[in-house]
């Protein structure tokens, strides 16, 4: 990469950084690209440069942070280590992606999910949702074999497991934003989430 590619990759993460932290600030609908544009210490045009236009940006935003975030959930599971050591792992890296971009998240379940109400982003949501479905399905595995292993009780159906493991991050996520303001204390939360899923199905270490 050359040293002006380079600065045009820099750029367009600081736009998109400026974007996330006005849209958890001020909220999707209030934010204008000239308020990103002056909080960026950009010109209107420059923005216009790297993003077409105002909802370009924030499907790129979107893109990219929910990229990531899957990312990391699945580098976590991509292990050797046995099941419920490998959930360890998915539970930490949940908890470590979300507070990283508490700002995104905010944003992400007020305005991105695949329920809301948001037709130009809509098939981007999806195919998003789609990407989630198949990390679930990795996940299954993982307490599949499991239970095939005598780690894990066999509840019936190891989507229950999955199911369980999401909701639980899922609500701890939204406890953190009301009782903390979004912030995690990783290693305590990690500790207590393992405690509420593993005390009845975990048979053994």
Wanted: charged share 25%.
């Amino acid at each position: 990469m050359t040293r002006k590619e380079k600065e045009e990759v820099e750029r367009k993460a600081h736009i998109l950084s400026v974007a996330e932290e006005l849209f958890a600030q001020k909220g999707l609908q209030n934010t204008s690209v000239a308020d990103i544009a002056q909080a960026a210490e950009f010109g209107v045009g420059t923005l216009y440069r790297y993003f077409a236009d105002r909802e370009t940006l924030i499907s790129s935003l979107l893109t990219q942070r929910i990229t990531e975030h899957y990312d990391a959930l699945e580098a976590a599971i991509n292990s050797e280590l046995t099941p419920p050591e490998t959930i360890d792992r998915l539970i930490e890296a949940f908890l470590t992606s979300i507070n990283r971009r508490r700002s995104f998240f905010k944003i992400y379940f007020t305005w991105f999910h695949p329920g809301a109400d948001n037709t130009a982003l809509s098939p981007r949501l999806h195919a998003l949702e789609q990407r989630k479905w198949e990390l679930f399905a990795r996940v299954d595995d993982i307490y599949r074999k499991g239970i095939e292993q005598g780690y894990f009780l066999d509840v019936g159906d190891e989507g229950y497991l999955t199911a369980t493991t999401w909701g639980v991050l899922m609500s701890f996520y939204f406890f953190a934003q009301k009782r903390y303001n979004g912030a995690i204390d990783v290693s305590a939360m990690k500790a207590t989430i393992q405690q509420l899923l593993f005390e009845k199905v975990r048979l053994s270490a």
